[in-house]
């Protein structure tokens, strides 16, 4: 239905109407046209939170538009460097040995809380310069929110509340002893005397949460057990290393962490894909479906670790292409090389057929990844 009518209508489980996009040149199109737009904090990002709660949650470069976007993005990009990335590498090794080491007596385990979810997590916690004294109770709260949702609200606002509370006390901390962190970075990075504000800042601490944890903690995850159900791939990877880069991209195209890029609104009318999106309607942009076009990917169900030509949309187009896609390849590399040198009989311990995906329209990850280790 979807290669027919790439953008078609569709009916959201409240009764409303969108907008669904999903062949691939249509979903390019799409997340890089200028008048399909984010909503603001107060009427997207997280609705039905209060306000100020909202604003503190979502004035950010995922949920802005130009010409907000461009400044955030700037003074964002100031501080997250390609430099301070690559420098997480030993400590990210680090991590990964001590999540391995845990568990490496077992004759299996699930590798969602025991290394998939942890892990990236614990990454972008020390990446904010979060003290380790604290780490346990931001993991508790972050759990909550990015598993949680507005499905509980009292236990996602508590939490939000807290975690916000927590960030602001954090700014203050850097703002008067910075330190070699990200979250120091951003507190004192200027341009021509801008500064990011005090909800800014705050937000910027959600959406590593959100956008750096969970969506890597999918792609370690899909990884494995794209490996897993496909034995020769497996093999080859195991076999040459060095392989493993490409290999992740395919992990990217062909389960992509997130099934959906965050919802755009139309800011006048729009033509894409012979079809016109009236003024304010909402639109929502499949990323698991593009990276499953035809006419962009050739064989496109076929799980291909040496696929040349991959130019999946799992990062995202455009204005909003995640700036956070390096450290993620980064994560990826290190965790899942690392697994399959530790453990060379890694094998699923149920039938592939058992586990069971997410139920989330936004996130594709596995509820849990049990393995057998020997």
């Not at 939490?159 to 203050?172: D, G, M, Q, S």
């Not at 050739?298 to 450290?327: W, Y």
Request: with cysteine; aromatic share 6%.
């Amino acid at each position: 239905m979807g290669r027919t009518a790439p953008v078609r209508q569709i009916a959201l489980p409240h009764g409303a109407l969108a907008w669904l996009i999903t062949n691939g040149d249509e979903v390019r199109q799409a997340l890089a046209h200028p008048h399909l737009i984010k909503d603001g904090p107060l009427e997207g990002g997280y609705p039905g939170l209060p306000p100020e709660l909202a604003l503190a949650m979502s004035s950010d470069v995922l949920h802005s538009n130009p010409p907000d976007h461009g400044r955030l993005r700037k003074l964002v990009s100031a501080a997250f460097t390609r430099r301070r990335t690559d420098a997480l590498a030993p400590r990210i090794q680090e991590l990964t040995d001590g999540l391995l080491d845990a568990f490496a007596d077992r004759d299996e385990v699930d590798l969602v809380p025991a290394l998939t979810f942890p892990l990236p997590f614990q990454v972008i916690a020390e990446l904010l310069g979060v003290p380790a004294a604290d780490s346990e109770i931001f993991q508790g709260w972050a759990n909550t929110i990015t598993q949680g949702t507005l499905a509980r609200p009292e236990e996602f606002i508590g939490a939000a509340t807290r975690l916000v509370e927590y960030a602001r006390t954090l700014i203050e901390r850097k703002r008067r002893e910075p330190a070699d962190d990200l979250l120091s970075g951003l507190v004192g990075v200027s341009d021509g005397g801008d500064r990011l504000s005090e909800d800014e800042l705050t937000s910027m601490v959600f959406l590593m949460l959100i956008a750096g944890h969970a969506t890597t903690t999918n792609l370690i995850g899909n990884g494995v057990h794209d490996l897993l159900t496909h034995p020769e791939s497996l093999a080859a990877v195991r076999a040459d290393p060095e392989r493993l880069p490409t290999a992740i991209e395919e992990f990217l195209r062909y389960e992509a962490p997130l099934r959906m890029a965050t919802p755009r609104r139309a800011a006048e009318d729009v033509s894409i894909g012979g079809a016109t999106i009236p003024r304010g309607e909402m639109v929502f942009i499949s990323l698991v479906a593009a990276n499953h076009d035809p006419a962009l990917f050739a064989e496109p169900e076929r799980f291909d670790i040496g696929r040349e030509k991959n130019g999946h949309l799992s990062f995202g187009h455009g204005l909003h292409h995640c700036m956070g896609a390096p450290l993620a390849r980064l994560e990826a590399r290190i965790a899942i090389g690392t697994l399959l040198a530790r453990f060379p009989k890694l094998r699923l311990a149920v039938p592939a057929e058992q586990l069971t995906r997410q139920t989330s329209i936004l996130m594709n990850g596995w509820e849990s990844l049990p393995v057998a280790l020997r």
